[in-house]
């Protein structure tokens, strides 16, 4: 059974840094893809961030790219966000989620992948951003 536990939430003032921390059980990090979603009160879900080993494409949503920086450590089943430069508009629910390897390649186009349904999804943390 997949399970993913997300971590590192909490409050920070704005332009302050976070780390985010999602560890899994049950899968290999490199037959999935993995992404980082938030959903802010009354507002959908959205893709934030999202990457895979099966074929390094790595993608952020333009409202991130800069500051926020996925990665994640194969041996430890951890993925992470770190979060520099946080703005009130940040402030979320933050979800990590993994894609099957067998879906995650069918997608051609990279921006799909921060939209399209994913396998698995942890509990969520969350993230408060004050002004």
């Known amino acids: 059974e997949v399970q993913l536990v997300e971590s590192g939430g909490g409050l920070v003032q704005t332009g302050g840094s976070l780390r985010l921390s999602c560890t899994g059980s049950?899968?290999?990090?490199?037959?999935?893809?993995v992404g980082w979603f938030r959903q802010a009160p009354g507002k959908e879900r959205e893709g934030v961030s999202c990457?895979?080993?099966?074929?390094?494409?790595?993608i952020y949503a333009d409202s991130v790219k800069g500051r926020f920086t996925i990665s994640s450590d194969n041996t430890k089943k951890t993925i992470y966000l770190q979060m520099n430069g946080l703005k009130p508009e940040d402030t979320a629910i933050y979800y990590c989620?993994?894609?099957?390897?067998?879906?995650?390649?069918?997608?051609?186009?990279?921006?799909?992948?921060?939209?399209?349904?994913?396998?698995?999804w942890g509990q969520g943390t969350e993230v408060t951003v004050s002004s």
């Open positions: 049950g899968l290999s990090l490199d037959d999935y893809g």
């Open positions: 990457m895979s080993k099966i074929d390094g494409r790595t």
């Open positions: 989620a993994a894609m099957l390897r067998s879906r995650w390649e069918l997608v051609e186009e990279e921006s799909d992948l921060l939209w399209i349904e994913y396998d698995y």
